[in-house]
């Protein structure tokens, strides 16, 4: 059973930066495809970024250049680097865990506010 468990959330000013993570807890963590995707207040949730366990990255247009995802396989834990963020960048910020679109797990999220 994955069990994945999200931090680094919180309230950080416009133009600041943020580090969240995503722990794994199961086994192969290495063939999974890790995602962060986020959710607004009355907005659907959209994939913000995803690492393949080869490490082929994606990235939506919302947050490219400002954003970096990486993966510690021998850590099992995923990051996701935040810089310049904006005011729109506020959301409940979940990491997914996908195995060849068989299996699919989702953490609890995380809160993320850009505000002054």
């Known amino acids: 059973q994955v069990q994945l468990v999200e931090s680094g959330g919180g309230l950080v000013q416009p133009g600041g930066s943020l580090r969240l993570s995503c722990a794994f807890s199961?086994?192969?963590?290495?063939?999974?495809?890790m995602g962060w995707y986020r959710q607004a207040p009355g907005k659907q949730r959209e994939l913000v970024a995803r690492?393949?366990?080869?490490?082929?990255?994606y990235y939506s247009d919302s947050v490219r250049g400002r954003c970096t995802i990486s993966r510690d396989n021998a850590k099992k834990t995923v990051y996701l680097q935040m810089n310049s963020l904006k005011p729109e960048d506020t959301a409940v910020y979940s990491c997914?865990?996908?195995?060849?679109?068989?299996?699919?797990?989702w953490g609890q999220g995380t809160q993320v506010t850009v505000s002054s």
């Open positions: 997914n865990a996908d195995f060849r679109a068989i299996s699919s797990y």
């Open positions: 199961g086994n192969s963590f290495s063939a999974y495809t």
């Open positions: 690492i393949t366990g080869g490490g082929n990255t």
